[in-house]
């Protein structure tokens, strides 16, 4: 079975990507870095924005990909222990194959290094209790602007996250048949971290990874060029020894189907 999925792409549509994030830029370098299987998965925090949402989906309707295409949502928390805009209406309306989803935020009012981590591990493990959820995306992944804005020291080793909690999220998701997301910009490939970062992160997965989960992969490019980090993803697949059957994909049928020669 080839695993060379990407199932984390962010679009121009929704002003989160740049504009070089066309669907047919998109599935051209996919094909170029081999891609099997992909998704595209831009924001949904707030209902209003479904009408762009339909902009990709018209997009992809006009296409003939050379792999299998998904269509997905990334989800975001509306607040601390907040909630998802999303149900099966939503979905359904949507015509998503799939949602990846997470928090994007501290939440927290001022810092405090133990309630940092300990907001993002009782995010995620809700993230995976939602059946609506398919893949609990980046696990500490932070945003740089508001650590700088706040004037915080940046969270610069995951060393700080207990193995406890790695062990925990594993359980979880194995039980909720939840993917934890292999995501290269937000955590593999991220400049802000320091060399040896992801050694450490290599070591917080094969904790999580301990505990019989899927994994689901996944570039998060906002800009064409950054799709080809979805490599460091596949190297990190290979490093933790996962095979094929570990590795999360859509159950049923593409949203565009492989044209096959
Ligand atoms: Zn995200
Ligand atoms: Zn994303």
Redesign the pocket.
């Known amino acids: 079975m080839d695993t060379r999925f990407d199932f984390?792409i962010h679009t121009t549509y929704l002003r989160c990507a740049n504009e070089t994030m066309t669907i047919p830029a998109i599935l051209a370098e996919g094909a170029r870095l081999g891609v099997t299987r992909l998704g595209v998965t831009d924001?949904l925090n707030t209902l209003d924005k479904m009408p762009l949402h339909a902009l990709i989906r018209r997009d992809l309707e006009a296409t003939e990909p050379p792999m299998d295409v998904y269509l997905g949502v990334?989800l975001?928390y509306l607040g601390r222990d907040g909630a998802f805009a999303f149900s099966p209406e939503v979905k359904e309306t949507l015509g998503v194959q799939f949602a990846?989803g997470?928090i994007?935020a501290t939440y927290l009012d001022s810092y405090d290094p133990r309630a940092l981590i300990d907001v993002q591990h009782r995010h995620h493990l809700k993230t995976c209790q939602d059946p609506l959820v398919d893949v609990l995306?980046?696990p500490y992944?932070f945003s740089r602007g508001e650590f700088t804005r706040r004037e915080w020291p940046w969270f610069d080793s995951i060393r700080a996250v207990p193995e406890s909690y790695a062990r925990e999220l594993g359980q979880v998701a194995r039980e909720t048949g939840t993917a934890i997301e292999i995501?290269a910009c937000?955590n593999l490939c991220c400049p802000n971290n320091p060399a040896g970062y992801v050694d450490e992160y290599a070591d917080y997965l094969a904790a999580v990874a301990a505990e019989g989960c899927l994994f689901s992969v996944g570039s998060?490019a906002h800009d064409i060029r950054q799709l080809a980090e979805i490599q460091r993803a596949w190297d990190m697949v290979r490093r933790l020894g996962l095979g094929p059957e570990r590795l999360w994909a859509p159950s049923g049928k593409p949203f565009r189907a492989a044209t096959r020669p």
Do not use: L, Q, S
Request: charged letters at 15%; aromatic letters at 8%; glycine letters at 8%.
């Open positions: 984390h924001h990334e975001n990846i997470g994007h995306v980046h992944w995501n937000a998060d």
